[in-house]
């Protein structure tokens, strides 16, 4: 099992910054892929970016260049459990940024071994989420 907590969200105006973290911790659980994903009233999931097991990062188009993710090493604390954290770095912010952003893992059995953008938010597991605000 795992549990993710999210935390960093806030508000903020346009072109400003917000650095996200995620606490993971997961027993008898090897996380695969992880990232992030967000949910604005009204629209639809978006992923914004996977990290594989490998380390190797995949954002999306309308993020590139103004968000950041990464991940610390994944940290063995105890027998057969783990814990790790996740960042989003959100520069440059637009109003159309505002959601509420997710962190969220996959073990390779749920992602049948590919990491996929669009995965995310649809299988594994996720926290509560942390509410974003940007305004005009």
């Known amino acids: 099992q795992v549990r993710l907590v999210e935390s960093g969200g806030g508000s903020v105006q346009t072109g400003g910054s917000v650095r996200l973290s995620c606490s993971v911790s997961a027993y008898t659980y090897t996380p695969y892929c992880m990232g992030w994903f967000r949910q604005a009233p009204g629209k639809e999931r978006e992923g914004i970016a996977i990290i594989d097991h490998n380390g190797h990062v995949w954002p999306v188009d309308s993020v590139k260049g103004r968000f950041t993710a990464s991940a610390d090493s994944v940290q063995k604390t105890a027998v057969d459990t783990i814990e790790t954290t996740l960042y989003l770095q959100m520069d440059r912010l637009k109003p159309e940024d505002t959601a509420m952003y997710y962190c969220?893992?996959?073990?390779?059995?749920?992602?049948?071994?590919?990491?996929?953008?669009?995965?995310?938010?649809?299988?594994?597991?996720w926290g509560q989420g942390t509410q974003v605000t940007v305004s005009s």
């Open positions: 969220t893992t996959m073990t390779q059995g749920e992602s049948g071994g590919y990491c996929y953008r669009d995965s995310l938010g649809v299988i594994g597991s």
